[in-house]
């Protein structure tokens, strides 16, 4: 029994590699992600993922399969437009979640003609939907890169990010740092979004962000109860999202955003907070 579960990863590299990735991805996307919804911006971080991928096509253009090009192409194009539809909402009558639909629409449809000119269907699919299995030394040294960031600005803007997604007016009231907050926040979440577009593509990058963060929320009602539970879903959505794929022979990307889809609904079903069997014997 324990060789079926560990097996794959002692001994296969590119398995070892594709945990080492997701579980980077895991410590700093979910709370990332938790604050998303916290703040009622959830869909805002689909729309961002997709609009990583006109930058990332442009890189792929110039340098084709490169990860700087790429990477590089990708966090110009997310920061970009989530600048952008903050400057629309500001000056026009049209709210943030609007603009940021209309530039996802564009941005989705222009990233997958700039790759319809050069690649071909594969290439096409590996920027969609990522190629977790295929995660090499550079990779893994930008995700674990970015997590480390993300999670030192987290411990840095953790009590004004609380504060801004609880209260943001009495924020405002009593510090000046509720602009820079809004702000960096949303590069950490544009610089997460890079990272998962590495390993899980454009499509299912915002999925190891968003849903272990919902799920938490069957589990607990404070932050310092959800930050940890959205990282333990994330990290055993992606072991067994893995394990799953390389038994069953499945696509690995799309089989770890199964997996914490599962979790979520299974929280839905019997989570103590809220959870639909828990609200029928209250």
Request: hydrophobic fraction near 55%; proline fraction near 4%; aromatic fraction near 8%.
């Amino acid at each position: 029994m324990l060789d079926l579960l560990v097996g794959p990863f002692a001994e296969f590299g590119f398995m070892r590699r594709a945990l080492a990735g997701c579980v980077a991805l895991s410590v700093s996307a979910p709370p990332i992600g938790l604050f998303l919804t916290l703040r009622r911006m959830s869909l805002m971080g689909d729309a961002i993922s997709h609009a990583i991928l006109p930058g990332a096509a442009a890189g792929f253009l110039v340098s084709g399969l490169s990860l700087p090009a790429m990477t590089l192409g990708g966090l110009a194009a997310g920061l970009t437009v989530a600048l952008l539809a903050g400057l629309v909402s500001r000056t026009t009558l049209l709210k943030e979640d609007a603009s940021l639909a209309a530039f996802y629409l564009v941005s989705l449809a222009g990233g997958v003609l700039l790759v319809s000119l050069r690649g071909s269907n594969v290439d096409l699919l590996h920027i969609l939907f990522g190629s977790v299995l295929a995660l090499d030394d550079a990779a893994l040294f930008l995700l674990g890169s970015i997590s480390t960031v993300s999670l030192a600005w987290l411990a840095v803007m953790y009590r004004a990010l609380v504060l801004d997604s609880v209260d943001p007016l009495f924020l405002r009231l009593v510090s000046r740092t509720s602009s820079v907050t809004h702000l960096s926040f949303l590069a950490v979440v544009v610089l997460n979004l890079v990272g998962g577009f590495q390993a899980l593509g454009t499509l299912l990058a915002v999925g190891l962000m968003l849903l272990p963060a919902i799920t938490a929320r069957f589990w607990a009602r404070s932050i310092n109860g959800l930050l940890p539970i959205s990282v333990g879903v994330a990290l055993f959505s992606s072991y067994a999202g893995l394990l799953v794929s390389y038994y069953g022979g499945l696509p690995s990307g799309p089989t770890i955003i199964l997996a914490a889809g599962t979790l979520y609904i299974i929280s839905l079903l019997v989570g103590p907070k809220g959870g639909l069997l828990w609200r029928k014997r209250g």
